[in-house]
C-alpha cells in the first residue's frame, strides 16, 4: 500500500512544481500600461442627445466638451428660498414697542422674510445710537410705572422722573444709560459691585466712578421718547392644563 502512495506522489511532485513556478513568473510581470477609459458625460450633447466619450489629455480633448465636464465638478447653485410674507398688525398699548422690538430682532434672523406692520400710529419709531461718554433716555414699565426718565433743561440732566427713590445720586434703571468704550478703558478701577452696593443703589454706584450729573448726555428728544423696556417674565399660567394626557399626540413646547 505504501508503495502504490509513494509511486503516486512522485509522479504528481514533478507537475506541482511546474504550476508553482508558472504562478510565480505570472506574480513577477509588470503590470500593462493603464489605458483611459472613455467618460461619457451628460452634457456632451444637450438633454435627450447621444453622449460623446472624451478623448485621453494626450490624444486632445474635445473641444468644448472639457468645459462642460470642469463646470460639471461645480456644484450646482442652491435654488432661492421662496419669500415668506408676516403681516402683524398691532395697536397702542403699554407693551407695543417692546413686544415690537424683540419680534423684529427674532425676524432679523429669518432669510427672505418680507415684514409687512400695520402700525396704528402717525409715525414710526426711531432709533438710538451715538453715545460720547454717557448718555440715557428713558426706561418703559419701570419701577411700577408706565416710564421713568431722567428730567432735562436746557440739554442738560436736571432730575428724574422716577417712582421709586428720587433722591439717588442717579436715579436710573439698568437699561437707562450707555457707556462709551473709550471711558471704561481710560478708567480701568470703576467697576459694577456685585457685593458691597445697597440694593438699586449699583447704578449710582457705578456711574459716580465715571462721571457726574451735569456730564450726562440726554437721548430719545431730551429723554420725551421710551424707546427701551424694561420687560420681565411672569410665570406662565397653566390653571387649565389637565392632570393627566388627554391629547392623541405629543407636542413639545
Known sequence: MKSVLFSRFFILLPWILIVIIMLDVDTRRPAPPLTPRPYFSPYAAGRGGPRLPLRSRRAGPVRGVEKRNESRQQPP????LPTIYAITPTYSRPVQKAELTRLANTFRQVAQLHWILVEDAAARSELMRTTRKVSVWPVGLVGGRRYERPLVEN????GWYTGWRADRPF???MAGFAVSLQVILSNPKAVFKRRGSQPGMQESDFLKQITTVEELEPKANNCTKVLVW???????NLANEPKYHLDTVKIEV
Open 171 to 173: 436715579a436710573i434703571d
Open 155 to 158: 440739554g442738560k440732566v436736571v
Open 77 to 80: 447653485p442652491q435654488p432661492q
Open 230 to 236: 424694561h420687560t420681565r417674565t411672569e410665570k406662565v
